[in-house]
């Protein structure tokens, strides 16, 4: 599954760099 780590990516992203509301 390629979409689970996109996923998995994002949320290590996000973890860094969390998204403003």
Same mark, same amino acid.
């Given at each position: 599954? /390629?979409? @689970? &780590? +996109?996923? =998995? =990516?994002?949320? +290590?992203?996000? =973890? @860094?760099? #969390? #998204? /403003? &509301?």
């Amino acid at each position: 599954m /390629k979409n @689970q &780590s +996109l996923w =998995r =990516r994002n949320a +290590l992203y996000h =973890r @860094q760099f #969390p #998204p /403003k &509301s």
